[in-house]
């Protein structure tokens, strides 16, 4: 029976670019870095004399998860691995969606500093997430993120119609 979050984790090439990425331009928290090579990250990776370079992340405030952390960054140093198409239309991709309280204000800032965008930020016109705003935006690693700015709390929401 699953009892709790413990983490969601990336692959990237670039450990530095993405620990700037991450920590620098969204503000994340970085809690904890390490290299994993281990006779069982091998065993566990499913790769012979696997190395791997790791960051671990949080938000600040966010409620703790029993690691300690909510995203892992995970460069492999060997094997290496190739780029491959994260698309969010192309079955096995994923993205991660972070809250903001202005997001018009976060897209600027980023936009500044170089952060890709796919749109500009979208306001969101039905359904569950209505009169919130959102948008896309990609990673070093072309690593879909997401900001969304709720335009209500759903720890209030009931289910109905209105709120699919």
Known sequence: MLVNLFH????????????HFYRDILGLKLVHRMV???????RQVGFENALLKVALFTIEGFPPTPSGHLLEL?????PPG?????????PGA???AFQVDDIHAEYERMKALGVRFKSEPVHITAG???????VYFLD??????EMVQPARDFTEMAEGPDNK
């Open 82 to 90: 190739e780029p491959l198409d994260a698309a969010t239309n192309r």
């Open 74 to 78: 995970i460069e492999y140093v060997n």
């Open 94 to 96: 994923a993205h991660m």
């Open 8 to 19: 969601f984790s990336f692959t990237v090439s670039d450990i530095e670019a993405s620990v």
């Open 140 to 145: 070093p690693d072309g690593i879909t993120l």
């Open 36 to 42: 994993h090579d281990q006779p069982y990250t091998s």
């Open 128 to 134: 569950r997430n209505r009169g919130g705003w959102t």
